[in-house]
Nanobody, 127 residues
Framework: QAQLVESGGGLVQPGGSLRLSCAASGRTFSRYAMGWFRQAPGKDREFVAVISGSGGNTIYADSVKGRFTISRDNAKNTVYLQMNSLKPEDTAVYYC????????????????????WGQGTQVTVSS
């Protein structure tokens, strides 16, 4: 069973950057597709980005494409979300999630597809 712990959230001005990290327990990290989701106040949780177990494939939501980058370091059991050019509408609690997969290139965009979730980290973009 994987346990996920996010870190790196905080308060940032519009146009600024943050890097979120998600550390996972366990010895089979590379067998999990890793996703980032977010939930703004009063809204449903939404997909942000996903990276395959191998790290070779990624998908981004249109709202963050070109500004956010998802990456992973399988040796450190960690997935990252680099967020640049942040906007007030990026304000949300950000969650990482893990989905076990038998194929290292698989990716998933539906939150119900994921097996494990972190506790979330708050990102606030405000001047």
């Amino acid at each position: 069973q994987a346990q996920l712990v996010e870190s790196g959230g905080g308060l940032v001005q519009p146009g600024g950057s943050l890097r979120l990290s998600c550390a996972a327990s366990g010895r089979t990290f590379s067998r999990y597709a890793m996703g980032w989701f977010r939930q703004a106040p009063g809204k449903d949780r939404e997909f942000v980005a996903v990276i395959s177990g191998s790290g070779g494939n990624t998908i981004y939501a249109d709202s963050v494409k070109g500004r956010f980058t998802i990456s992973r370091d399988n040796a450190k059991n960690t997935v990252y979300l680099q967020m640049n050019s942040l906007k007030p509408e990026d304000t949300a609690v950000y969650y990482c999630a893990a989905k076990s997969t038998s194929y290292s290139g698989s990716m998933y965009v539906g939150e119900r597809q994921y097996d494990y979730w972190g506790q979330g980290t708050q990102v606030t973009v405000s001047s």
